[in-house]
């Protein structure tokens, strides 16, 4: 029989690790106590408490800075499935049994996948759950990357080249390369392009530190040639246009080719991988049962099947 003092422990170390863990994501006592309601000297409290209680220490303090320990490491990996399990519980209760009426979803994705990527899936998820508050957080590279961290966003859609240790990867679908040109491009004329023909010819590219940039960097120095960026900007479309008023060419990934374009395409296969676009999460990330089924929608639009794995094993 559970006493009432081994409740009230229990309770306390449910707030404590509430503390615990929001700390972590957040990055400071403020901004956790800012999103707890609570105060900073409580935050404070209660993770020396925590401490107290189980003998360790759980963060180096820097100044201003706070940073895990192991011990703080091996326990966020312990804890943070299980208040996303317990903060989530009636919500994972009610569509357990069929019913997601309520609650928020946050996604995070660049431009180019808001636009090509998710519009049928959200399409979708609005029409069957309209109760529930979809955000689509415009957000690439390290911005998307540091929203995930501190679970302002429940998961990513987007193409990844690096994966960091604490964050995976679940691909949805494939796109391939491809070289854009105008209609009377010298390029249009040829019957086949290399990259040496491509070389001589001014681009125009995504900023230099999102990922096109670097994979038309290392393709055409594995081929020991050089490029020419005439003109850095941001996005597909902004791309495609420039590209139709002649004003330079560009290597894309052909999700953005609706056949509308006044342009010539040319596949770059030969060359160039193709492009992946998927599911970024946080290791120890417990879906909602919000994201569970837009996730589910998601990879039953681009015929995946079989939905996605244990938010917790996969994630």
């Given at each position: 029989m559970v006493t009432e003092k081994?409740?009230?422990?229990?309770?306390?170390?449910?707030?404590?690790l509430r503390a615990f863990c929001q700390v972590v994501r957040s990055g400071s006592i403020t901004r956790a106590a800012e999103r707890l309601f609570l105060s900073q000297p409580s935050i404070t409290l209660q993770i020396q408490a925590l401490e107290r209680e189980l003998e360790v220490t759980l963060f180096e303090r820097r100044g201003p800075n706070l940073k895990l320990t192991p011990s703080g490491e091996s326990l966020y990996m312990l804890a943070g499935p299980l208040v996303d399990?317990?903060?989530?519980l009636q919500e994972n209760f009610a569509a357990h049994h069929g019913q997601l009426e309520s609650g928020e979803l946050n996604i995070g994705a660049g431009e180019s996948t808001i636009l090509y990527i998710l519009p049928e899936a959200v399409r979708r998820f609005v029409a069957a759950h309209p109760r529930v508050k979809l955000r689509i957080n415009n957000v690439t590279g390290r911005d998307g990357l540091k929203m995930l961290r501190?679970?302002?966003?429940?998961?990513?859609?987007?193409?990844?080249?690096?994966?960091?240790?604490?964050?995976?990867?679940?691909?949805?679908?494939?796109?391939d390369p491809a070289l854009i040109t105008p209609l009377d491009h010298?390029?249009?004329?040829?019957?086949?392009?290399?990259?040496e023909d491509i070389s001589h010819y001014g681009m125009i590219l995504p900023p230099s530190h999102l990922s096109t940039w670097r994979i038309v960097k290392y393709v055409f120095q594995q081929n020991n040639l050089?490029?020419?960026v005439t003109l850095e900007a941001g996005g597909w479309e902004v791309i495609k246009k420039y590209v139709e008023l002649g004003m330079g060419i560009s290597i894309v990934t052909d999700i953005c080719l609706t056949?509308?374009?006044?342009?010539?395409?040319?596949?770059?296969?030969?060359?160039?991988?193709?492009?992946?676009?998927?599911?970024?999460?946080?290791?120890?990330k417990f879906l909602s049962p919000q994201a569970r089924r837009f996730v589910e929608i998601l990879t039953e639009v681009y015929g995946q099947g079989g939905g996605v794995e244990s938010p917790v094993a996969s994630s």
């Open positions: 081994q409740l009230y422990y229990k309770n306390n170390n449910l707030k404590q399990g317990m903060d989530g501190a679970d302002e966003i429940d998961f990513a859609v987007g193409s990844m080249l690096d994966m960091p240790d604490d964050l995976t990867y679940q691909q949805v679908v494939t796109y010298p390029l249009a004329q040829l019957p086949s392009v290399t990259l050089t490029f020419t056949g509308q374009e006044k342009l010539v395409r040319i596949p770059l296969n030969k060359y160039f991988p193709q492009r992946g676009y998927g599911l970024v999460l946080r290791k120890g």
